[in-house]
Structure formats: structure tokens, C-alpha cells
């Protein structure tokens, strides 16, 4: 289908940096109570390493303010005269930031300390920077015993690491003991397998099931690339499909304490080896999973992401024909709405039933075997053709009229039912007035995105190009709604002999003027996302197609 990117050695950053080039910012913060949303931060101090060597110190009292505590006071021996002419947060937290810069954060009790910069953060109205996050309290867990210390508190672990600074909750000193308590316990994980950066972070993650530390050799030689994996139980059955732009990397925390679902660390019990598929780009890999959800179910994805479970709007086929939900998709060219789900499916009926006169009931008629009109009928919501008020050619134009509105006319639906809601609400009958309109969004939301699919199914050939993370293009060759051809361009050279060549390569895709299933409508949804994303530009479009994308690109930065 796609054409696959050649061989990329992968990225330092894919790999892990080795600890000894990392560079760590140790931070401590005193506060003037336990919760972040409920007291103020009244020092920040924090010591930047790298391989352990000391190369920055940071430190500021910060007036939080409040009055702080007195009970907080005997415990730090930070007091309200201190912090008096102390800068304000919104002073020290930019400051703070640009110190901290790219490395990777430490604290000891990290949860306590982000949770506060993170709330300081969006009290001054400045981007947290989500760094990568050591707990030193996490990694002592793990790396020490009861007999060598009897807690996990900062003094004690300093004073079995030998730290030259005692804490004493102030935050630069309580920084710099942690550094040697983090130096102390690097040395230890290193027995561990952990020589990078990400081993550390993964390692100090809670403690994982004894199955997961047994089974994480499955993660071990997978592509750093943009893919699909595919867990597989030991006689080759697909258990669990996933997608990531780093498979190895995504594949590994399965195996890490973060995963905490239940049903897939279910998963992880009978899986036997997982296989890589290895895609040109984020877009194919998303492609490929999907079509490969759709053709396997395993029974570890949700159910929710089989497309057989979508429900569409359509017409029976009878003589006096009405309007049904069904899983079954109608053939391509006949009314429809959808695929959507079941509820909203039923709501657009609703909208149609209340905007034309088509029949409701759900029984068979013949223009040779009247029967009794029903209730609806008999109020004058039918135009009843079970008794032979209406013909077979009264009901067809009926139909066409609904056949429009399915297709083509949606403003009819619109027009009235706000008709419809006016006189409601001048009865003051409100409340079927709200149901009215529930029915008009539901029907309208179904109409724009069975319009905007149908539409781009109908477009032809469309080949687009999204920046790749690493310089290139990512681009897409689509072909009535699915993908034909994918390729990463090289980085630093023109783009379009490279294009050329998959537009050329492409599959072939026979031309349709609709969907034709649920899963072609759901491949079409995940391209026109991409296509929707304002780094994505449109290189051509072989046919007619409107849409409020950007494009075409006339050239490429290389």
C-alpha cells in the first residue's frame, strides 16, 4: 500500500541519553501549607548537574502573598519579615524556568514540588514545560532496604549517602543534599540495566507486576520508528493492536508500573512477542492500525473501534419504503446518513420524522392489503398509505423529498424544525421545544459529516504533506478517501522527485462517489484530521474539491 521510509539510524534522544551527558535540576520548595491550590510558595532553591559535577545554583525567598503559619515558621525558619520585601512569584517563577531550561527535573517527592509549579504556573499565566521527572523518594524504594535506613525521608538517605549538607528545610540546602542522595542511588540503578535517561525515568516509576518485569525482554530490538505493534499470544493470535510515532519506546511502558489498566496488564499475561509494522509516518501508522483493528479484532482493543458497530440512516426497500437505523451499510448511491453512532443515528430519525410526512410504523404494507391506520395516522402525523389515503406514488414523493434531505437539501430538515420549535415555544411547551432541538443538532451534525466525507471520497486523488518532526515532509498519496501511498522525504533535499516517485508508485484505488462501508468512512475521518491540521498543505488535487484546508503549496523548504 505505502511505500516504507529507508532505514534512519535512530535519534540520540530515541535511544536514551547516557546519564554521565544528562543534566539534572534538582529543585526543593518551601510552602506555606500541603496543597497547591490552597498556599503559596515562599522559596525555590535548585542545584543543575551534570555528571555529577555541580555547574548552577538557584535560589530566592518568595513572598507568597499570605501570612504564613506559625507552625510552618518553627519548621522552616522562613517568617513573614523574611519574605517581606521578598520578589513576588510572578518575579521569581520566569527566573526559575529559564534556570531549569531542558533538563530533567528532580525532587525528592516530585509530586509535591510539580504539583506546586505547575499550580504556579497557571496562577502567572506562563507554560508549564513539562519536563522529564525523577522522585529520588521512588528510586530509594527501589534501591534500598529497611535494615540500611529507616525511611525513605530526605535527612536519613542523606545521611546514608554521605551528603556534606544536612537538610534543614530550607529549599538550597535540601536541594543540595539530594543531589547526593540522587548521585548515591544513580550509582546503585546502574546494577540495574539503567545507564540512560529514559531507564531512569522508566525505572523510577512505581514498582511493576513481577509478570511485567518478566515479560519486558518482549519490548527488547523493536524499531525506533513510527508504527503499529501488535501484541500476539503464544500461537500467533493478534491480543492487541496499538500505534505509536516510537514503537519501541511506546511498547516498553507497557511493561513499566504506569500501566495500571487492568485489562491490559491481562494482556500482558498471555502475550508471547509483539511484532512491529514499520510505516513510512504517524499518519500511515494510524492508517494501518486502524485497517488492521478492523480486519482482526483482538479482543484486547475496545470494541468501540469496530467499525461494524456503527449505525447508519437509511430507507427500506419496500413498497411504501421508511426510515431505519441499521448496521448494514446501504449501497453506494443509495440515501444514507452516517456511519455514526447507534443514538445519534436515532436522533436524525427523529429530526426527519418531525421536519416530513414519511411513514413511521414498522410493518410491511401493500397497496393491495390496506389496514388500519395506527395512532399516528389517525392525528394526522401519517399521511397513510397503510389504508390507502395515500398511493404508492403519494409515498414516493414522500420519499424523494427524505432522499433529498438525507443527501443533498439538509436545510429543509432545518428549516423546519425551527418552524416546528417557534410554535413550541409560543405554546410554551419548552421542553418539547429542547427535544426539537436535540433532534435539529443531532440531524445537522450527522448531515455536515456525511456531506464532508462524501465529499472528499468524491475529490479523487489528493496528495498533502505535513512537516516531519525531524525536517522533511510526511506526505500522503489518497485516492477516494483512502490511503494509496506514503514516503518521508529526506531532510535537506528537494522533496518532489521523492513525491513524484510514491504519487507514482501508488496504489490503485477504484473510484467511488460515496463510502462504502464503516471502515472506509473511518479511514477517510483519520486523513481528513491530517489534512485539517494547519502544518498539513495540499500539493494536488486531481478533480473537484472544495474545502477549508490549507494549500496549495507551491514549494518546499527543504
Known sequence: MALSAPY????????GVPLQLVTFCVVDLETT??????AGITEIGAVKVRGGEIVGEFQSLVDPGEPIDPRVVRLTGISDEMVAGAPSLEEVLPSFLEFLGGATLVAHNAAFDVGFLRHACDKVEVPWPRPPVVDTVLLARKLTDKYETPNRRLGSLARLFGSPTTPNHRAL???RATVTVLHG?????SGHGVHTDLDL???CRAIPSKLQRRKRHLADDLPHRPGVYVFRDGEGRALYIGVSKNVAKRVRTYFTAGEQRRRLRDMIAMAESVDPVVCAHRLEAAVVEFQMISRGKPP??????????RAWVRLTKEAFPRLMVSRKPPAVGEP???PTTGTQAQQAVEALHEALPIRQCRQRLSASKPVNPCFLGEIGKCPRPCDGTATVEDHAAVVADTARAMGSDGASVGRALMARMEQLAAQERFESAAEVREQLVAFERLFAQAKRVREFVRAGTVVAASPGERGGWEVAVIKSGLLAGAVSTS???DPMPEIDDCVAGADAVEACGDVRDASHAGEAEILLRWLEEPTTRVVAVDGAWSSDLPGPVDTFSA
Open 336 to 338: 444514507r446518513l452516517g
Open 33 to 38: 501549607g500541603l496543597a497547591a491550590d490552597a
Open 173 to 175: 540546602d535540601d536541594a
Open 185 to 189: 542511588l544513580i550509582e546503585r540503578a
Open 300 to 309: 484486547y482493543n475496545r470494541a468501540s473501534k469496530y467499525p461494524e458497530h
Open 8 to 15: 534512519r539510524q535512530p535519534a540520540l534522544e530515541e535511544m
Open 201 to 203: 525515568i522508566e525505572f
Open 491 to 493: 531532510p535537506g533535499f
